[in-house]
């Protein structure tokens, strides 16, 4: 077994453990960790497929920025209280269905695709590459998402703030 | 292309989570866990064309979560201040 594959298996029991863990877990905070680890392998498959900047932004957004949102949230909303309570609610075996039959009908759908050869990225680097197409190819979308964000987190603030 | 193998168990172990937990904040972790599937699809599918666009799409991707997290913890706060809970079968004012 080459180098490649061990760390792509790795990377994916990181990955996937991470996520049924954070599913799983009783305590919101421990799923919080758990969903970290799993962020964590999703940036290492990134890392594996020589996409340096997302597994960067990966790691700097994901991690640094939304868990610790959802860490503050945490502690902001008493979850405690709900520890002791059922975790999944009476109809979860519709959603477990629904689900499975999903599962079923995606994995059908992939094993009649064929793919075209594989082709080559260009030799520049991740990061060039990534913002010249960004920056020239789609850069009405960009100016849309930072809209976006900008009214994502007015709305939040208002949101969140007390009632005066 | 075992990614996609990947992408589509982490779909599915975020959809269990979305359609069965009873607790808001472990829902929102599980729609962050669909996304990043999606963000997997989109690289492995980059790399195997040898085109830039689909890391250009996994960050508009990333960028849209960051809004959605954001408005979701918003909601729930606000949520959590007049109802004191936080489990979603128990808040049904809008339930026929």
Known sequence: MNLEALFFYAFTALALGGALLAITRRSAVHAAISLMVSLLGVAGLFLLLKAEFLFVSQIILYIGGILLLFLFVIMLVNLDAGRGLRQFHQRWPIGAAVTAIAGVAFAVLWSRVQLPPAQQMPETGNVELVADTLLQDYLVPFEVVSLLLLVAVVGSVLLARKRA | ?96
Do not use: C, P
């Open chain 2, 1 to 96: 292309m075992h990614y996609v193998a990947v992408s589509l168990a982490m779909l599915l172990i975020g959809t269990v989570g979305l359609l069965t937990r009873r607790n808001i904040v472990i829902i929102l972790m599980s729609i962050e866990l669909i996304l990043n599937a999606v963000n997997i699809n989109l690289v492995a599918f980059s790399h195997h064309h040898g085109n830039a666009a689909g890391q250009v799409f996994a960050i508009f991707v990333i960028a849209v979560a960051v809004a959605e997290a954001a408005v979701g913890l918003g909601i729930l706060l606000a949520l959590f201040r007049n109802r004191e809970t936080v489990q979603v079968d128990e808040i049904d004012l809008l339930k026929w």
